[in-house]
Every structure is written in C-alpha cells, then in structure tokens.
C-alpha cells in the first residue's frame, strides 16, 4: 500500500509564497521520477514541476523563475516552492509519483487546494 500525501496548500494573497509538501508512505522500494500538477475548474491537469530521481528538474513555462521543486529522498517527500503566487495559480495542486522496481507504478496525492485571492 503507498500513499502520497500533500499539505501546505491555502489562502495566500497575490506575490504570497506557499511550500508544498508530499510524503510518500507504505511499502516504498524506489521512487523515480516526482511531480506537481495542478488543475483549475473546467480545466485539464498541467504539469507544474518535475523532478527526476538524479535531480534534474523541469518547470512549466508559467512556473520558471518562481517555483522550485526540490525532493528529500532520506524523507521520502518531494516539495514545491511557490512564491510570487498570482491569480492564475489558484488551482488544485497534486503530486506524483513513479513507484517500483522494474516497472515503475504511478501514483497520485489526494491534492492539496491553493487560493491566491486579495
């Protein structure tokens, strides 16, 4: 059983910060690749940030410049610096993850809602 759990999201006013955090829990054997996603009402889910077992990283066009995401692997939990938050960020926000050993799993976080609102 693995769970991907997020926290840290909330109100926040416009140019505001907000880290959030996943932990992964249950039966972990390796973690690969991890994400963040988010997803606006009558809107598809978009990448927000990725980042690879190694540490490479890749950021949505929206996202370069003030988000960082940044993975513990000692802590089995993957996070996701948010500052300068503007409107358009609002958005449910979820985290993924590849779980495995030979063919890697995907899982997702129940998602964690961030409102950037004055």
């Known amino acids: 059983q693995v769970q991907l759990v997020e926290s840290g999201g909330g109100l926040v006013q416009p140019g505001g910060s907000l880290r959030l955090s996943c932990a992964a829990s249950g039966s972990i054997f390796s973690i690969g690749a991890m994400g963040w996603y988010r997803q606006a009402p009558g809107k598809q889910r978009e990448l927000v940030a990725g980042?690879?077992?190694?540490?490479?990283?890749i950021y949505a066009d929206s996202s370069k410049g003030r988000f960082t995401i940044v993975r513990d692997n000692a802590k089995n939990t993957v996070y996701l610096q948010m500052n300068n938050l503007k409107y358009e960020d609002t958005a449910v926000y979820y985290c993924n993850a590849y779980i495995g050993w030979g063919t890697p799993d995907s899982y997702w976080g129940q998602g964690t809602q961030v409102t950037v609102s004055s």
């Open positions: 980042i690879t077992s190694g540490g490479s990283t």
